[in-house]
């Protein structure tokens, strides 16, 4: 069997697969909190672009983009949650990216 990355245990719930049993356990919570109505249009696996794609040295590379784990309205405002258990470098340059483009991430 191979050894995950972090450590963490690939989970399935309603058929989703989900990378950690923290993440699937969030979105159990979220699925509460919009059967109650008190989030809407929860989406999973959102991707924002950071960058768009370009060509270096004639070869094209591509965007580089965000992929936030949940995204919702809450109170009408957008909520964008990305469940962590390790901080990684590429996450800190990628939420910071986001907030450039005026998108904070809720780090759950």
Same mark, same amino acid.
């Given at each position: 069997?191979?050894?995950?990355?972090?450590?963490?245990?690939?989970?399935?719930?309603?058929?989703?697969?989900?990378?950690?049993?923290?993440?699937? *356990?969030?979105? +159990?919570?979220?699925?509460?909190?919009?059967?109650?109505?008190?989030?809407?249009?929860?989406?999973?696996?959102?991707?924002?672009?950071?960058?768009?794609?370009?060509?270096?040295?004639?070869? *094209?590379?591509?965007?580089?983009?965000?992929?936030?784990?949940?995204?919702?309205?809450?109170?009408?405002?957008?909520?964008?949650?990305?469940? *962590?258990?390790?901080? +990684?470098?590429?996450?800190?340059? *990628?939420?910071?990216?986001?907030?450039?483009?005026?998108?904070?991430?809720?780090?759950?």
């Amino acid at each position: 069997m191979r050894r995950v990355k972090y450590n963490n245990v690939k989970t399935v719930i309603d058929g989703i697969k989900f990378d950690s049993k923290k993440e699937a *356990k969030r979105y +159990t919570e979220l699925q509460l909190l919009a059967h109650q109505n008190l989030i809407s249009d929860l989406r999973l696996q959102v991707p924002f672009v950071l960058a768009p794609s370009v060509v270096i040295g004639g070869r *094209k590379k591509p965007a580089i983009r965000y992929i936030a784990d949940f995204v919702y309205y809450d109170k009408g405002k957008q909520v964008i949650e990305d469940v *962590k258990g390790v901080l +990684t470098d590429v996450f800190r340059i *990628k939420r910071h990216l986001m907030m450039v483009q005026g998108n904070e991430i809720r780090e759950v």
